[in-house]
């Protein structure tokens, strides 16, 4: 597509319950990024995929995150019994490299609500 | 680890007045630079970006940024602001080819530009 897209790009989700939120990159753009903004907060790295492979998974902030991607291509994110802490607007990003980073292009977010 | 710190988390300037955001990193190896910007409902943005050669760096709508490796910094600038750059100015790092394939983010400058 001609952008990152993001879906939903609202969520609101009573705690403890399981959410799945989509991202589907540029065509072509083998890197993947998944980060989380919070209210005042810098861009906290969650999760970063080559291909349908994530060599790094270190900014999952706990097991009840995970990530996957299919097809090079559209990754979901899912958080497992979610907490009110949890609740920020998670960010997608793709770029065409992984190694060198060339910039990434952002989608608009999911803003989550955990009420 | 690497780390970002932006040094100002608010800035109010009249327009005409010049701009400078800073901006320090914490990473003794190759690293490559940007900033992002995210205007008010639209999503994060590239404004420019550093990987090597001359360390005054051009972007877009007149700003520049300037990589200064003795002092591990990579300031952003204007000298003449305007309305329409009000916005959240983010800067980040990404440690060149050996720090893994992630970009870190600082936590954000806001830019309110009075008119």
């Known amino acids: 597509g001609a952008g990152v897209s993001q879906s939903p790009s609202n969520k609101v989700t009573e705690k403890g319950k399981d959410v799945e939120l989509r991202c589907d990159p540029i065509?072509?753009?083998?890197?993947l990024y998944w980060y989380r903004q919070s209210l005042g907060q810098g861009l906290e790295f969650l999760i970063y995929?080559?291909?349908?492979?994530?060599?790094?998974k270190s900014g999952l902030p706990s097991d009840r995150f995970s990530a996957e991607r299919t097809g090079g291509s559209v990754s979901t994110l899912t958080i497992q019994r979610t907490q009110q802490e949890d609740s920020a607007v998670y960010l997608c990003?793709?770029?065409?490299?992984?190694?060198?980073?060339?910039?990434?292009?952002f989608g608009s977010g999911t803003r989550l609500t955990v009420v | 680890a690497q780390s970002v710190s932006q040094h100002n988390h608010h800035v109010i300037l009249s327009e005409a007045a010049s701009l400078e955001l800073g901006c320090n990193y914490s990473?003794?190896?190759?690293?490559?630079l940007f900033w992002y910007v995210q205007y008010p409902g639209q999503h994060l943005q590239l404004l420019l970006k550093?990987?090597?050669?001359?360390?005054l760096v051009k972007g877009i709508k007149g700003f520049e940024a300037e990589f200064i490796k003795s002092k591990f910094s990579f300031n952003l600038r204007k000298p003449s602001v305007q309305w329409s750059d009000t916005a959240e100015y983010f800067c980040a790092v990404n440690a060149g080819n050996t720090g893994g394939f992630k970009t870190i983010f600082g936590a954000g400058t806001r830019l309110f530009v009075k008119a």
């Open positions: 990003a793709s770029s065409p490299q992984g190694r060198y980073n060339y910039g990434y292009t």
């Open positions: 065509s072509g753009h083998t890197a």
């Open positions: 990473y003794g190896g190759t690293v490559n």
């Open positions: 550093y990987f090597s050669g001359d360390p």
């Open positions: 995929f080559q291909g349908n492979s994530a060599p790094d």
